[in-house]
């Protein structure tokens, strides 16, 4: 077993192991918080419908991971234009920032039912919910790299007569870019809790938190069913997180080639 391989499993093993110790040490009853094996073992089980719960989670998974990437895609442009827009215009800046800071103490729970309602049941609300929950670190993150770079080096951009438009490709688009490839982990994170959230009320027919309520309905009878949906959750949202972070890292890169340094030609 490699060395890489010993620390991916570790976590997990450690994981269990508190777990169990946990449940003995606090004599809780299996209905309460089922074994690890259980749990495990519930993974291959089948519904009441026939059907695998593997499969039906994994489904599920499938329908809120795309929600959230569609969040995601939307909230890295809005946050990246807003981001660009508050550092370059002050006065901008600085009437929309409180606004910016707002959205992301509303309490999402709360208005999840009505953006629905205004939406509609289908995957658009989910996605819309996303990308309000992932655009915040997106624009904080592009605007502070814009903000500090150093006036020293936008000196020399205009002893060598580089435009604005050339100072934005190469001196603050690798800036924003960089710090915002920083900021992609939070975002992802927060758009799959937006996916989630957003499948919620009422009337959600696919996503993980349609599972996750049935399945806290029959918690006293099979508990392994909830912590399933909720592994299942956490798992897929590690896995939008890191295939984030490799788009958006490739992406960047390719942003980065068509970029060029001011020549110095009046």
């Not at 629905?116 to 904080?140: D, M, N, R």
Request: aromatic residues 8%.
């Amino acid at each position: 077993m490699g060395y890489r391989t010993i620390l991916a499993v570790a976590p997990i093993i450690v994981l269990a192991a508190l777990w169990e110790l946990l449940k003995a040490l606090t004599s809780t009853e299996d209905a309460r918080l089922p074994h690890t094996w259980q749990v495990l073992s519930y993974f291959a089980s089948e519904g009441s419908t026939g059907e695998g719960e593997l499969r039906l989670l994994l489904t599920n998974l499938g329908t809120t991971i795309q929600e959230a990437f569609v969040g995601l895609a939307i909230g890295i442009v809005a946050g990246g234009a807003l981001g660009i827009l508050t550092a370059r215009y002050a006065t901008f800046g600085r009437s929309i920032r409180p606004l910016l800071v707002l959205t992301q103490t509303l309490p999402v729970v709360a208005i999840a039912p009505a953006l629905i309602i205004w939406l509609g049941h289908s995957w658009v609300s989910k996605a819309v919910l996303a990308a309000l929950c992932s655009f915040f670190p997106i624009a904080v993150s592009v605007a502070r790299g814009i903000e500090d770079i150093p006036a020293e080096a936008r000196r020399v951009f205009a002893s060598f007569g580089a435009g604005r438009w050339q100072v934005f490709r190469s001196l603050e688009l690798p800036s924003a870019l960089t710090q915002a490839n920083a900021a992609v982990h939070t975002a992802a994170a927060l758009a799959v809790v937006g996916a989630v959230v957003a499948e919620l009320p009422a009337g959600s027919t696919e996503g993980m938190a349609v599972l996750v309520l049935s399945s806290a309905q029959f918690y006293n009878f099979e508990p392994a069913a909830l912590w399933c949906a909720a592994i299942t959750t956490a798992v897929g949202g590690l896995v939008t997180v890191y295939l984030a972070q490799a788009i958006f890292t490739r992406l960047a890169k390719l942003a980065l080639r068509t970029s060029s340094l001011p020549t110095g030609d009046h």
